[in-house]
């Protein structure tokens, strides 16, 4: 991880386990997206839903609104933002941006998934 600066912030009375990796590639994307957006209130939003082919999927949009129970978290100016019930499967995950010959997209390494789907985007806990 980088020497720049990195906050998290859970909600109040949170006990805030592990942290989650924001990587600089990954901010840059988003800083860079947000620009394009022209509203720089906007925030990454990442969570876990049910469904895909492993039991649990990676979704990811863009918030204005930080909600009561959201878990924040500051790297390069790019504010992330993770709902309680996502938190608890994201704890420890590294969030990261890659580009390569299959593409450019945006990565979850999650300790916590027992399986993953060969889509990336699914996983299963055990």
């Known amino acids: 991880m980088s020497a720049v600066a990195e906050t998290v912030s859970a909600p109040e009375n949170a006990?805030?386990?592990?942290?989650?990796i924001f990587t600089d590639a990954a901010a840059a994307k988003?800083?860079?997206l947000?620009?394009?957006?022209?509203?720089?209130?906007?925030k990454l939003r990442v969570f876990v839903q049910g469904g895909g082919c492993?039991?649990?999927?990676y979704g990811f949009t863009f918030d204005e609104v930080v909600n009561e129970d959201d878990t924040?978290?500051?790297k390069n100016g790019v504010t992330l933002l993770i709902d309680a019930m996502s938190y608890q499967y994201?704890?420890?995950a590294e969030i990261d941006y890659?580009?390569?010959?299959?593409?450019a997209q945006f990565v979850i390494r999650n300790p916590?998934?027992?399986?993953?789907?060969?889509?990336?985007?699914?996983?299963?806990?055990?």
């Open 15 to 20: 006990e805030m386990p592990a942290p989650l």
């Open 30 to 32: 988003v800083a860079e």
């Open 34 to 42: 947000i620009a394009e957006e022209g509203n720089p209130d906007l």
């Open 54 to 57: 492993s039991g649990f999927q």
């Open 72 to 74: 924040q978290m500051t």
């Open 90 to 92: 994201l704890v420890g």
């Open 98 to 103: 890659k580009e390569d010959l299959q593409g």
């Open 112 to 126: 916590n998934a027992t399986t993953t789907c060969g889509c990336g985007s699914s996983f299963s806990v055990g």
